[in-house]
């Protein structure tokens, strides 16, 4: 069984800096690609704020780009966010995703973390 757990969440100023975490434990023999999702308290979807493929470099939504980074440690089965200059816009509820290959016998299966709260109010 693969589990994701977030943190890093919580209520910020804006202009002010946060660092999300995601990660991955349990059957776990290869870690694909890693992004990072957000829905606002308003908005019915997700959105994709950051992919991080694997062998490549990562992809930003336009609204956050050049403000957050995505990153990996693959010691650690990790991913993170660090989003820096957030704005109230920013708010919303964050989600890791994640694809997983369990074990050499199973496929690739995208897994998701429980979702943690941005809040960027002043």
């Known amino acids: 069984q693969v589990q994701l757990v977030e943190s890093g969440g919580g209520v910020v100023q804006p202009g002010g800096s946060l660092r999300l975490s995601c990660a991955a434990s349990?059957?776990?023999?290869?870690?694909?690609?890693m992004a990072w999702y957000r829905q606002a308290p308003e908005k019915q979807q997700r959105e994709l704020v950051a992919?991080?493929?694997?062998?490549?470099?990562?992809n930003y939504a336009a609204s956050v780009r050049g403000r957050f980074t995505i990153s990996r440690d693959t010691t650690k089965n990790t991913v993170y966010l660090q989003m820096n200059s957030l704005k109230p816009e920013d708010t919303a509820v964050y989600y890791c995703?994640?694809?997983?290959?369990?074990?050499?016998?199973?496929?690739?299966?995208?897994?998701w973390g429980q979702g943690t709260q941005v809040t960027v109010s002043s």
């Open positions: 995703n994640v694809d997983i290959r369990p074990t050499i016998r199973t496929g690739v299966n995208t897994y």
């Open positions: 349990g059957s776990i023999l290869d870690i694909l690609n």
């Open positions: 992919v991080l493929p694997v062998r490549s470099t990562p």
